[in-house]
């Protein structure tokens, strides 16, 4: 009988099914798509290029990896780095040793660039004017590499690919000066090798590329050829067993990770938008349908009186409910896939044409987040439909027939505490939020933002009440049709909250993550027009590396230059309370550090800048940084450098504007030998209040061969704004599907909640309402719905971002008014639309008796 119920109700009123059918689908899509990007960053690879013909490569592990707990609580946690990992070079000749290894090369690579005619044209190589250096013993690791004229290069020779000796019409014999790591040099060409297409390289001597490549006595990996008859993974296993840790041995697709280290972090940051954000967009979908099956439930509450006065018993009617749920929510999750396919397609596409994910990497669509999205909404239309039904399947008959006309009462006791419990939850997380620091702070913020969801989602009835007698002596002073929409919210409060909740939803999640971002981006532009005083700043031309060895000194002594310091971006990673490990930006500082005031005014407050140059082994710190490793002057902050070295150096400061600009100082020998690139990126200059600026900045762009580019303050901050704008750019996107979601939500259980009020019109216009004091009514209730929607999702975003933001940033949230007002314009809209077109549609028949 249950199941007759259930087909011949879904056959029969299929107008009844369309909202939950609408609120799935749209469910399915989110959750599908954060499922695939998930996937894939599970599963992300790339296939060997270089490495393609060597079967095993040992490497330097390029994650932080700390044991966190006790006992069975320990657990191990990575971080990306965001520097290259290197090998120690003396490593190659243990790996030769080991039985079954015919061969062990040092692979390693440093950019070099040409200084003089042919090569300085970027037209004349594929990849424009940069060339890889390489050492000689490198050759034939990539397919295709082999001598092809000439002979192996000594000390002061070089061997250059026989495709860019073509287009610089270059041969044998003839001399090529190159700007390396430590310097510009004349080296002459003792040969050419064929390598793959679009890798322009000259390979140096084994002793000259560890002498010119800024790190001597470091290589990037070490590539292993077997001997014949020995099993690849065999000896894989042995090399991992005798190297006991101090290496990665990979083989199969791992190799591509070690061509490319950067795919470490773009794994992570797929891991993170498919977990975290899917996590948030998952509960959004939980709490949406949930509400909307729920709604749509009680409106049938009649039907279901009618079927326990009949004979029903509450065991059929519940089962009744669990067939529908079977019948609507695969269907819906299944439609729902495709377009969340198309989501993830889209979200991965952008992802990787802005750099974040290597172009070689695929995106992973499997069985498993499609069957998890069905799944998930599966069991929760179950779940919603069997407890807005229950009770009135166990009401007596004529009970649940009075209580179809009558609509249900307040919420019962049991709702009320839960809903009590979890706002003194949300209020306590957001006092412990402004307590903690970093990501825990922010991970603690998620929290109250969804123990206020919660609660809201218990309380909704009392919520809409409370607004309503806040409220209500306006809204009757407004004239009858809002006099009636103020009684109508009050004795319906139950169906009010239902379309209540996802503009709850949607204000709170959106505006923490948009207004979380737009309050770092202001605190770090803040940061940098304040703290940047210089009047130039400098930077390698376009296609370059970096800033040539020796600009700062030569910088210095250019006329009218008071100051000159280089700058070299890294990162630095570092372990929060808790045992959470997180990323800092830093700068290694080329030159005098006492100059840096000059330069940059980082608002220091406790030691002195000048004290960098005291040791390699110093540190200044942004004051929230040193907050969040629990060090002061004078102490030791445990760190791990850009390529995962461990240290602790001795802060030597602390400053307030480090957002934007950097948040960790270090000498720049230091990040030097523990960064990717061996260059200076940038270069800052303060000139002399008398100096010709033109001269002045005629003669900086000439310190090096083809040009630095030379811009003012002005010009670095807007590029740096440009820059934040990408960086917040996923975000964005976040926000945009969230908000997407809960507006289409929104406006289904808006529609939902009109046409199941054709009894109630229809009596309203035989009790003499003009349509047109019908309609003023429906807004009325409209704008009431979005008032109560933004007002209590703006406070919890606030309640939010206010501890979050001060933790960060030292500042209250930023919420830019050009961004804040068209959002609560266009929930306002949303909310007028979807009641105003099915309320015409009400009005267009002509009233009759309600019952008939």
């Known amino acids: 009988m249950s199941n007759g119920l259930a087909r011949a109700a879904v056959r029969f009123r299929p107008a009844s099914f369309a909202g939950t059918f609408l609120a799935l689908l749209f469910a399915s899509a989110v959750v599908t798509a954060c499922g695939v990007l998930l996937q894939t960053g599970l599963t992300a690879s790339v296939p060997p290029s270089r490495y393609a013909e060597v079967p095993i490569v040992v490497a330097a592990d390029q994650q932080v990896e700390v044991t966190v707990g006790r006992g069975e609580d320990r657990e191990t946690v990575a971080q990306p780095l965001p520097e290259r990992a290197r090998l120690d070079a003396g490593l190659t000749a243990a790996v030769a040793a080991r039985p079954g290894v015919a061969q062990a090369l040092p692979d390693s690579a440093f950019p070099v660039s040409a200084t003089d005619t042919g090569l300085s044209d970027p037209s004349v190589l594929p990849d424009g004017p940069g060339l890889t250096g390489r050492g000689w013993g490198a050759l034939g690791i990539a397919p295709g590499e082999r001598l092809a004229a000439g002979r192996a290069p000594a000390d002061g020779e070089l061997v250059l690919d026989t495709a860019s000796a073509r287009a610089a019409h270059l041969s044998p014999g003839d001399t090529l000066t190159l700007a390396t790591p430590t310097g510009s040099t004349a080296y002459r060409i003792s040969g050419l090798a064929e390598t793959q297409p679009g890798s322009p390289t000259a390979w140096f001597s084994d002793r000259t590329a560890d002498r010119i490549s800024g790190r001597p006595g470091r290589i990037d990996a070490v590539a292993v050829r077997p001997a014949r008859g020995t099993d690849p993974r065999a000896l894989a296993d042995e090399l991992r067993h005798a190297l006991d840790g101090r290496a990665q041995v990979s083989t199969g697709l791992q190799r591509g990770a070690v061509e490319q280290p950067a795919l470490h972090e773009a794994k992570a940051m797929l891991t993170g938008i498919g977990a975290s954000f899917g996590g948030i967009a998952t509960m959004t979908a939980v709490f949406v349908v949930v509400s909307t099956v729920a709604l749509a439930t009680g409106q049938r509450a009649r039907e279901f009186a009618l079927l326990r006065t009949i004979g029903a018993t509450p065991r059929q009617i519940l089962r009744s409910i669990a067939a ?145 007698g806040l409220f209500g002596a306006l809204l009757r002073a407004a004239g009858a049709p809002a006099s009636l929409a103020a009684d109508n919210a009050r004795a319906s409060s139950r169906r009010l909250a239902s379309a209540t909740v996802p503009i709850v939803m949607v204000t709170a999640f959106c505006g923490t993550l948009v207004f979380l971002q737009s309050s770092l981006q202001h605190t770090a532009a803040e940061h940098v027009r304040q703290g940047l005083t210089a009047d130039r700043v400098v930077t390698a031309a376009a296609g370059r590396p970096g800033l040539p060895a020796g600009t700062v000194e030569r910088a210095g002594h250019v006329p009218g230059v008071t100051a000159a310091v280089g700058l070299r971006p890294t990162g630095l990673v570092y372990q929060q309370s808790g045992g959470v490990l997180g990323t800092a930006t830093a700068l290694g500082v080329d030159g005098d550090p006492a100059a840096l005031p000059s330069v940059l005014d980082l608002g220091v407050e406790s030691g002195s800048l000048a004290d960098l140059s005291r040791s390699a082994d110093t540190v200044a710190l942004d004051a929230t940084l040193a907050d969040s490793l629990g060090v002061r002057v004078g102490e030791r902050a445990p760190l791990w450098l850009g390529d995962g070295t461990g240290a602790e150096p001795t802060v030597v400061a602390t400053y307030s504007r480090g957002l934007g600009l950097g948040e960790a100082l270090l000498p720049g020998a230091t990040v030097a030998a523990h960064s990717t690139s061996p260059y200076p990126a940038q270069l800052l200059v303060a000139e002399d209040s008398g100096a010709d600026r033109a001269a002045t900045a005629e003669a900086l762009s000439a310190l090096a061969p083809g040009g630095l580019s030379v811009t003012d303050r002005q010009g670095y901050a807007a590029q740096a704004d440009r820059q934040r704008e990408l960086s917040g750019w996923a975000n964005n996107v976040m926000a945009a599907v969230l908000t997407g979601f809960a507006a289409l939500t929104a406006a289904n259980t808006l529609v939902m909640t009109v046409l199941d009020r054709r009894r109630e019109i229809a009596l309203l216009r035989l009790a003499g309402t003009t349509r047109r004091q019908v309609r003023a009514m429906l807004r009325w209730e409209a704008l009431l719905t979005a008032a109560i929607g933004l007002a209590t999702g703006a406070a919890i975003a606030w309640t939010t971002l206010a501890p979050l933001t001060r933790t960060l940033t030292s500042a209250p949230p930023h919420v830019p008014l050009g961004t804040a007002l068209p959002l609560a314009a266009g929930a306002a809209l949303l909310c007028l639309v979807a009641t105003a077109l099915p309320g015409r549609a009400l009005l267009r028949s002509r009233p009759t008796a309600p019952g008939h």
């Open 324 to 468: 529908e749920a079977v019948l609507v929510a695969p269907l819906a999750a299944a439609v729902g896939v495709l377009p969340g396919l198309a989501l993830a397609r889209w979200w991965f596409g952008e992802l990787v044409a802005r750099g974040a994910v290597p172009s070689d990497v695929v995106l992973g669509v499997g069985p498993l987040p499609v069957l998890a999205a069905v799944l998930a909404c599966t069991v929760t239309a179950l779940a919603a439909g069997w407890f807005a039904a229950r009770r009135s399947a166990r009401m007596r008959p004529s009970q649940a027939l009075g209580e179809a006309h009558t609509g249900p009462g307040r919420p019962g006791r049991a709702w009320t505490v839960a809903g009590a419990v979890f706002t003194a939850g949300a209020v306590a997380l957001a006092v412990a939020a402004a307590n903690l620091t970093g990501a825990t702070a922010a991970n603690t913020a998620l929290g109250v933002v969804l123990c206020f969801l919660v609660a809201v989602a218990l309380l909704g009835p009392w919520l809409v009440r409370g607004a309503v």
